[in-house]
């Protein structure tokens, strides 16, 4: 069973920038789709970004050109670089694994954007 933990959250200004880190353990890291996922109060999670087994990635409109995903498969870790922060980029955020039928969800960590 795979296994997926966040780090990295927290509070930061409008403008500011912070990077999330998922660390993934109990399986072959590099075989599985990895995304990122955000759930606001009172919203449906919804899709941030994400990353193949290769480098092809895809983003919500609303992080296009602000929102940076990329996987390091030595370190068996998925990041996202999320720069120019917006006041409702707050939400928690959660880190997914896609492998054929296999799906997990990592416990979630909370940023923030407030001044």
């Known amino acids: 069973q795979e296994q997926l933990v966040e780090s990295g959250g927290g509070l930061v200004q409008p403008g500011g920038s912070l990077r999330l880190s998922c660390e993934f353990s109990g399986s072959i890291f590099s075989i599985y789709i990895m995304s990122w996922y955000r759930q606001a109060p009172g919203k449906q999670r919804e899709m941030v970004a994400s990353i193949g087994s290769g480098t092809n990635t895809n983003y919500a409109d609303s992080v296009k050109g602000r929102f940076t995903i990329s996987r390091d498969n030595a370190k068996n870790t998925v990041y996202l670089q999320m720069n120019n922060l917006k006041p409702e980029d707050t939400a928690v955020y959660y880190c997914?694994?896609?492998?054929?039928?296999?799906?997990?969800w990592g416990q979630g960590t909370q940023v923030t954007v407030s001044s």
């Open positions: 997914n694994c896609l492998g054929g039928t296999s799906s997990s």
